[in-house]
């Protein structure tokens, strides 16, 4: 006979909520990713359609979003940018995003050699076509920073507010939340 362990089934419904929520968070940064490149990818396909190039690569575009989705949970998970003490809010989101952002250049950097292997160009070659190509990969890493930065700010301010603040302060109606809704260490000390 079978004992049932309340506590057990207490810690696998936690593990559960939890995953729930990573793979909600997940959902939602790679789908704000997945947009912002979709943008990106649309702007040069203008541009290149002018040229007589065609193309759409829309799969590229939710690959890296995906990816990058989990490369930037991974660094929420381990504290990225948090570890050294902010004394402010902002301070701890200058941290993420330049902590971040070094990552996606690494990231770009290694995706550009991986397409070279991919098509059997020499690292040498690869590099030279990096670096004929850099103003249109500076041009592509200034989009992923200005990308960075509101997803981070909206990270760091629902950590700030607390587990769900944020959530429910959009989702409320107008007019109903308050600055009572806010935390007291968020408010300026000039509150009414």
Same mark, same amino acid.
């Given at each position: 006979?079978?004992?049932?362990?309340?506590?057990?089934?207490?810690?696998?419904?936690?593990?559960?909520?939890?995953?729930?929520?990573?793979?909600?968070?997940?959902?939602?940064?790679?789908?704000?990713?997945?947009?912002?490149?979709?943008?990106?990818?649309?702007?040069?396909?203008?541009?290149?359609?002018?040229?007589?190039?065609?193309?759409?690569?829309?799969g590229?575009a939710?690959?890296k979003?995906?990816?990058?989705?989990?490369?930037?949970?991974?660094?929420?998970?381990?504290h990225?940018?948090?570890?050294?003490?902010? #004394?402010?809010? $902002?301070?701890?989101? &200058?941290?993420?995003?330049? +902590? =971040?952002?070094?990552? *996606?250049?690494? !990231? %770009?950097?290694?995706?550009?050699?991986?397409?070279?292997?991919?098509h059997?160009?020499?690292?040498?070659?690869?590099?030279?076509?990096y #670096?004929?190509? $850099?103003?249109?990969? &500076?041009?592509?890493?200034l +989009? =992923?920073l200005?990308? *960075?930065?509101p !997803? %981070?700010v909206?990270?760091?301010?629902?950590?700030a507010?607390g587990?769900?603040?944020?959530?429910?302060?959009?989702?409320a109606p107008?007019?109903?939340?308050?600055?009572?809704?806010?935390?007291?260490?968020?408010?300026?000390?000039g509150?009414?």
């Amino acid at each position: 006979m079978a004992r049932h362990n309340p506590s057990a089934s207490d810690h696998a419904g936690a593990v559960k909520a939890r995953l729930r929520e990573e793979l909600h968070k997940y959902l939602v940064v790679s789908g704000y990713l997945y947009v912002c490149f979709v943008a990106i990818l649309l702007f040069k396909i203008a541009v290149l359609r002018d040229t007589g190039v065609a193309y759409l690569p829309l799969g590229l575009a939710a690959a890296k979003a995906l990816i990058l989705g989990k490369f930037v949970l991974i660094g929420e998970a381990v504290h990225v940018g948090s570890r050294v003490g902010a #004394r402010t809010v $902002l301070q701890r989101i &200058l941290r993420r995003v330049v +902590l =971040l952002f070094a990552l *996606l250049i690494v !990231l %770009v950097v290694v995706e550009e050699l991986l397409v070279g292997w991919i098509h059997g160009h020499p690292v040498a070659q690869t590099l030279a076509e990096y #670096r004929h190509r $850099l103003p249109e990969v &500076l041009a592509m890493l200034l +989009l =992923l920073l200005l990308i *960075l930065v509101p !997803l %981070v700010v909206a990270m760091e301010v629902s950590r700030a507010m607390g587990p769900g603040a944020l959530r429910d302060l959009f989702s409320a109606p107008p007019g109903q939340a308050s600055a009572a809704d806010v935390p007291a260490q968020s408010r300026g000390s000039g509150a009414s």
